[in-house]
């Protein structure tokens, strides 16, 4: 079956590090790999994907890049503030039409401190 | 504006007395899903819906029912709540062709005593 594995939490940085939070996969097929985050209170939202091998996704700062040969999907992003605080979730889909849909990871919570 | 909405955000019940968690979207999403949060889990899928009138399990279905009259609502039924229905429940939709990109609502605390 599919299924996604992240580094430990609780993850806490200050504000200006470089956030590196692993991300890896296995999969039957050729997923498309996934980015979400949760902030305080809210629901999740998708952050950045990307869809086949080397294909790089990116968005506020975050990039994570879709390694085959490793199945990793590592978010990273070179200088985090306080307002990235949040639970990040990685997940992944198998198809452009799954009827499952995602399977995700247990999620990494990040605190930045000022 | 685009969203997914939930009701009751917060509800504190019984063991036994039955509930119904709303979930409406309005961005004509054929798919829709629920998921319930968990701590050292993350989210597990409760059901999922393709379109109206086709529902399937997901990875924990026991003790939820659910139904999809209409588009645009998906609600989550708990016949005969238990303590271990107590969580953090999100509905999410997306449209067929862009898997994988869900919009979520704020989520549902429910706590069964």
């Known amino acids: 079956g599919n299924s996604v594995t992240q580094m430990e939490g609780p993850v806490t940085l200050s504000e200006e590090a470089f956030l590196t939070i692993n991300c890896t996969y296995t999969?039957?097929?050729?997923?498309?790999l996934f980015w979400y985050v949760q902030y305080p209170g809210e629901g999740l939202q998708l952050l950045l994907k990307?869809?086949?091998?080397?294909d790089k996704g990116s968005n506020k700062g975050f990039e994570a890049t879709y390694r085959k040969e490793t199945t990793s999907f590592h978010l990273e992003k070179g200088s985090v503030q306080v307002s990235d605080s949040a639970v990040y979730f990685c997940?992944?889909?198998?198809?452009?039409?799954?009827?499952?849909?995602?399977?995700f990871g247990s999620g990494t919570q990040l605190t930045v401190l000022p | 504006e685009a969203q997914v909405t939930q009701n009751p955000r917060y509800l504190i019940t019984v063991t036994g007395k039955k509930l119904t968690v709303t979930c409406s979207q309005n961005?004509?999403?054929?798919?829709m899903s629920w998921y319930r949060q968990d701590p050292g889990l993350g989210l597990r899928q409760i059901y999922y819906?393709?379109?109206?009138?086709?529902?399937d399990k997901g990875d924990v279905p026991e003790g939820y029912k659910v139904s999809r009259k209409e588009k645009r609502n998906f609600p989550l039924i708990l016949e005969s709540p238990s303590p271990n229905q107590t969580s953090l429940y999100f509905c999410?939709?997306?449209?067929?062709?862009?898997?994988?990109?869900?919009?979520f609502g704020e989520g549902s605390r429910l706590t069964v005593l």
């Open positions: 999410a939709s997306s449209s067929q062709g862009r898997a994988g990109e869900l919009f």
């Open positions: 999969a039957t097929g050729y997923p498309s």
């Open positions: 990307a869809t086949k091998a080397d």
């Open positions: 997940a992944l889909t198998i198809g452009s039409g799954s009827a499952r849909q995602l399977t």
């Open positions: 961005m004509n999403h054929e798919y």
């Open positions: 819906s393709m379109n109206v009138e086709v529902t």
